[in-house]
């Protein structure tokens, strides 16, 4: 992923949560348990709510910095704040976002392509069969932020799901066309 990258040096993967991530813990839930399995392994796994952008920019760096590749994650208003953090690297990242809701910026924002450092950028997109309080609170988020960016909408690989909103866990394992999913992606890491 990064011209910087040593060969075999183990990834990092950065999650970052949405709006209500702490109290549902579905992101902060699944990198934890991420943690567990590949800190051994020598990974680096980290979390940050939507709201911690500096610090999760610093790890980023820190990682870029060891030559590790990395792995970017968001969710909902995560997958915002993966975006923005994106845009702000110098190095190559796999950019994955789980069903990504803008957060309330200026219109132009929603019109900006691929941040220079996202080699690749995988956007999961969940559309319910059966909508639930989550997807309403979705439909809100993209009624006050507009939407999807554009960087998403034109993702190199896009995964598409029958998930509600909240269901993190199902979209990173979700198959898209290709039959690989979000964690065939991040398993991509060891080779870069």
Known sequence: MSATAIPNRPPAELYIGGAADEASRLVLGY????????EPKGWQVRYFPHYRIRAALAFARAMAGEGRP?????HSWGADSALRLARRLET????????????PALP??????RPAAARILVHVNAVAEARD?????????????GGVHRAWREADH??????????????MAAKGADGRSAE?????????
């Open 92 to 103: 190559g990242v796999l950019l994955i976002g789980a069903d990504p809701v803008a957060k």
């Open 70 to 74: 990395l792995g970017l994650i968001g």
């Open 133 to 145: 309080r989550s997807d309403h609170v979705k439909a809100m988020g993209h009624l006050a932020g």
């Open 158 to 171: 896009t995964i598409p799901t029958r998930l509600n909103h909240w269901n993190f866990a199902g979209m």
């Open 184 to 192: 065939d992606w991040l398993a991509s890491l060891i080779a870069a």
């Open 31 to 38: 990198s934890e348990a991420r943690r567990r399995v590949l």
């Open 108 to 113: 132009l924002a929603l019109w900006q392509g």
